[in-house]
């Protein structure tokens, strides 16, 4: 059963060595982050479960001590997903030369940097990976899937709004970018599983909007749990909508 959730932004940017000179810029998200998993330590979980937006062939699932890297981002850095008995050395400042070849999406990889900053200990970690273009009833069944993983299970879920609120976001300006957005803020803030189950998915592809799919498996998984959203953080730098929430 799910008994508490956190919802995250996954830029690399929230790295501060990736993102070097604008590390300051995201700090405010940053530290919401932290206080979201606070809250997800305190309800006692045991399994927490990283659920991110993944390629194809990189959707896992990914068991304790997967690792990743954000070299690809010009860092050498590298991260596990949570820690196992071959992990002994995972942690936000890891090396990526002493593990091996990142086989985490930068999502998830953002996520496993995420709980190492936060010496998260309360729980084993998993990682899943969600497709772009699963569909809400999959999204949604997933979820379901995810809940029942253990008797006390809780999520933490990876995933940007819409890239396009300016001219100067990836996906360009679009107009119907920040009410697609403020939709899902409320609902992720509120907890609201029917708004979140209901976003289109379509517009939310047209948006560039990679947390459609993990939101929507938050939502399934939520189902019958009886959660209170409370509302962390939101804002648009970059032109990319980011929010945090937690759910307990």
Known sequence: MLVAAAVSPCPPLLVPEVAVGAAPELEPARAACAEALAVLAAARPGLLVVVGP???GGRGPFPAGSAGTFRG???????????DDRAADGGAGARAATIPSGTLPA?????AWLLASADW????VEGLGVGESLSPQRCAEAGRGLAERAERVALLVMGDGSACRTVKAPGYLDPRAEGFDALAARALGAADVAAL???????AYELKAAGRAP???????AEGAGLRGRPLYEDAPYGVGYTVAVWS
């Open 121 to 124: 200990t309360a729980s084993p």
């Open 73 to 83: 981002f010009g860092v050498d850095l590298g991260v596990r997903l949570g820690r």
């Open 107 to 111: 999502p998830l990889a953002v996520g």
């Open 197 to 203: 189950a209901a976003l289109d998915a379509s517009l």
């Open 54 to 56: 993944a390629p194809e």
């Open 215 to 221: 939101w929507q498996v938050l939502a399934g998984a």
